[in-house]
C-alpha cells in the first residue's frame, strides 16, 4: 500500500521505518519541505519517496497526520483526502503535557470538520515513539502483542487502519466512534500513552 506520512517528527519518522521495514511504499512530507528529508530517505531507500503535503495527500492511498494539531488546519487540499482513509494521529494540548479543554468533543471530530469528506479514523497517537519503534512483533500470539487503538464512524475505513497496524506486528483495539472512542484515546482519555496489549486495554476503559 502506498502510505503517505504527514509530518517526520520522531513519531513519524519511526512510523516511516517500520513502515518500509513492512513492505510498505511511504511518501512523506514535512513543514520544511523535501530537501530536508534527503538523510531520512537515504536511510528508508528506495521504497521512499518525498514531497509537500499536497503532493503526498494526492498520491497516498492510506494517509497519516503526525503534525502538530494546530497546524493540521488548512495543512491538506480538502479535494484531495475526499473519500480517502485519513489517520488522526495527532494530540492536542494546551501546554507541556495539559490536555487542551475542546468543550466535550474529541480533537479527531474537529479535524473531521476541517476535511469534510475524508473516511477518518483515529489511530496510532497513544504509543511513545520508542515503543512503536521497537515493540511490534509478529512472531507473538496477537493476544500478547501490545495494541493500537481504531476510532470511527467508517467500519471500512477502520478494517483498513487495523489491517496496516496489524501488519506491523502489533493488536488492534476497536474503541468505537469518532467521538466516544477518540476521546478515549486522546490526552486525558484512559487508552493515551500507555503500553498495553488489547486486553488491558479493555480493562482500562471498563469492557469485559
Do not use: C
Not at 504509543?127 to 512483533?137: D, E, P, Q, R
Request: hydrophobic share 45%.
Amino acid at each position: 500500500m502506498d502510505t503517505g506520512v504527514i509530518g517526520t517528527g520522531r513519531i513519524g519518522s519511526t512510523l516511516a521505518r517500520i513502515l518500509v521495514a513492512a513492505g510498505h511504499r511511504v511518501a512523506l512530507a514535512n513543514a520544511s519541505g523535501p530537501r530536508s528529508l534527503g538523510p531520512l530517505l537515504a536511510e528508508l531507500g528506495p521504497a521512499a519517496t518525498a514531497g509537500t503535503p499536497a503532493e503526498v495527500a494526492e498520491a497516498a492511498e492510506l494517509l497519516v497526520l503526525m503534525v502538530p494539531f494546530d497546524s493540521a488546519r488548512g495543512l491538506l487540499p480538502a479535494a484531495a483526502v475526499r473519500g480517502k482513509v485519513l489517520v488522526d494521529a495527532m494530540n492536542a494540548f494546551t501546554g507541556p503535557g495539559r490536555p487542551r479543554d475542546l468543550g466535550g468533543r474529541g480533537s479527531s471530530e474537529l479535524t473531521a470538520d476541517w476535511y469534510p469528506g475524508a473516511r477518518l479514523v483515529k489511530s496510532l497517537n497513544t504509543m511513545h515513539f520508542v515503543t512503536l519503534g521497537s515493540a511490534g512483533t509478529t512472531g507473538k500470539p496477537e493476544e500478547e502483542r501490545l495494541a493500537h487503538h481504531v476510532a470511527g464512524d467508517d467500519p471500512e475505513a477502520k478494517e483498513i487502519v487495523a489491517g496496516t497496524v496489524r501488519g506491523l506486528g502489533f493488536a488492534v483495539l476497536d474503541t468505537g466512534s469518532l467521538h466516544t472512542g477518540g476521546i478515549l484515546q486522546q490526552p486525558g482519555g484512559p487508552l493515551f500513552n500507555r503500553t498495553l496489549t488489547a486486553e488491558q486495554a479493555l480493562a482500562a476503559i471498563g469492557a469485559r
